[in-house]
């Protein structure tokens, strides 16, 4: 029986990761404008640097939840846990160590671009990797509760960029005030703070013991026997070679792809549209980053950090496909009255704008931002759970590049009436999509490899789960592959 103190530990290890997703993909949103004040001329970065920018994180993101999740799967988690962590730190790293001096503006896009990629690998390695041993570790609470419990940590990492960059703002202002230079202190220790937590907590990952379903499931080291990427591959075809398999897996990319072209289209560009609701104006530089540094902590103070929490419990309360389906129709609700709202000849208050704006946040976290994540940690058994997992992301973060490289050039052609207007069309779509996922509410591990969710088990009591299956379920259930030799 795994100690209340070693769940936790597990919990906090675990969770500094998507901490560090929050905080790092949040500052870039905040990091751009003085970018602008910097090195750029007229005093902003042009949409097509700003976008390059921007989507070099989700594009490295991409990298790495395919390749690790196929390498979560094939040599198992425990081996290659720790060494995403590193990649993270290195990538921001080398990002806070851009040169000083003598970088033209289109230096500063390279050099901060490709960095971001290099974050984005480790970063996205983070998801198929603590999602299944969330999922597959002996949980605190529920199943659900301990995987979406690791992953709220990215709402803490984006209410503490917001706050770091709101005390340095205030620990720098009268330097601002005599020098526009000092923001280069400013974007600099805002990026270098956000990769403490994750420092501190490198060996924990590195050390971390393999899970009891990848050992009885897929393959034990202690067999002294290798497991290699056509065993992977063999397993993969097998799987996703049926169809009911198959439509499951397309169901979460696709609606975690729809999800994200809206969900990055907002918080990606959260200074923008600040600006256009008339929240984060100011007269001066520092005013400008200051109020835009305010207005996003009400927004997540308000909707988003809280969506995160509230989050957690509705699964195992009402399900997964349902809460995901609902809060998607309240949001495309919302985006198309915010669009409606948002005209200019409506003259709709500063205050209504920005009830809408927390209050979808609120939704969108609180209802597919916590399951997108939380079904293909569970919905797949574990020989492949990593990599159907990684392949989800990886289609999520797709979206969220799409979002970054296009939003700055679809808004000036259609404007943020017209964007708003589109979001609510893909949160649509995200719904619909999501009819196509079966419900895992009430389904333990040991059921899902028998393959229960498609009518081969009934179901077994989630409760009955504490993280260890016996080797006598193996051996009679011909049903579950037996990879392991005991």
């Not at 995403?84 to 896009?109: C, D, K, R, Y």
């Not at 969330?134 to 659900?144: L, N, T, V």
């Not at 399900?319 to 949001?331: A, E, H, K, L, P």
Request: hydrophobic content about 50%; overall charge neutral; some cysteine.
């Amino acid at each position: 029986m795994t100690s209340v103190g070693a769940k936790l530990k597990f919990v906090v290890t675990a969770g500094v990761g998507f901490f560090a997703d929050g905080y790092l993909n949040l500052t870039i949103g905040l990091v751009v404008p003085i970018f602008g004040y910097l090195y750029f001329q007229d005093g902003k970065v042009p949409t097509v640097d700003s976008d390059i920018i921007k989507g070099g994180l989700s594009l490295g993101m991409v990298v790495g939840q395919l390749l690790f999740g196929v390498l979560s799967d094939v040599w198992g988690r425990h081996t290659i846990y720790g060494k995403e962590l590193a990649l993270t730190i290195f990538g921001t790293l080398m990002v806070v160590l851009l040169p000083w001096n003598h970088m033209s503006a289109q230096s500063v896009t390279a050099w901060v671009a490709v960095f971001r990629v290099v974050t984005g690998v480790g970063i996205g390695a983070d998801y198929p990797l603590s999602s299944s041993l969330s999922a597959e570790k002996s949980p605190f609470g529920s199943r659900a509760m301990q995987v979406l419990t690791v992953f709220s940590n990215i709402g803490l990492g984006n209410i503490a960029a917001s706050i770091v960059f709101l005390i340095l703002l205030k620990a720098f202002e009268g330097s601002i005030s005599d020098n526009l230079d000092h923001l280069e202190w400013v974007w600099r220790l805002l990026l270098g703070i956000g990769i403490i937590p994750a420092a501190f907590t490198l060996y924990a990952r590195l050390t971390i013991t393999e899970t009891v379903p990848y050992k009885q499931y897929v393959w034990d080291d202690a067999t002294g026997q290798k497991r290699g990427f056509q065993d992977q591959w063999n397993d993969f075809r097998e799987y996703f070679g049926q169809w009911k398999h198959a439509k499951v897996l397309f169901a979460t990319a696709a609606a975690w792809f729809l999800f994200d072209i809206a969900y990055y289209g907002i918080n990606l560009n959260q200074s923008i549209i600040l600006a256009r609701i008339g929240y984060a104006k100011g007269a001066t530089p520092w005013k400008t980053l200051y109020n835009t540094a305010i207005g996003n902590i009400i927004v997540q103070a308000a909707g988003y950090l809280p969506g995160f929490y509230v989050g957690i419990f509705l699964p195992d309360r009402i399900g997964r496909v349902r809460q995901q389906f609902w809060t998607c129709i309240m949001v495309c609700i919302l985006y198309a009255i915010w669009a409606g709202i948002s005209v200019q000849s409506v003259h709709t208050p500063t205050a209504g704008l920005m009830v809408i704006f927390a209050l979808s946040q609120f939704l969108l976290t609180v209802g597919p931002n916590c399951t997108t994540f939380l079904i293909p940690a569970e919905v797949f058994p574990t020989r492949v759970r990593g990599t159907a997992h990684g392949i989800s992301a990886a289609a999520g973060k797709s979206g969220a590049i799409l979002t970054a490289f296009a939003f700055g050039t679809v808004e000036d052609a259609i404007s943020l009436e017209g964007v708003l207007g589109l979001f609510s069309g893909v949160m649509l779509m995200t719904a619909l999509v999501t009819l196509m996922i079966p419900e895992t509410r009430g389904y333990t591990l040991e059921s899902i490899e028998r393959d229960a969710l498609y009518g081969e088990r009934d179901p077994a009591p989630e409760s009955s789960y504490s993280g260890s299956v016996t080797v006598v379920d193996i051996e009679v259930d011909q049903n579950v592959p037996k990879k392991v030799a005991y």
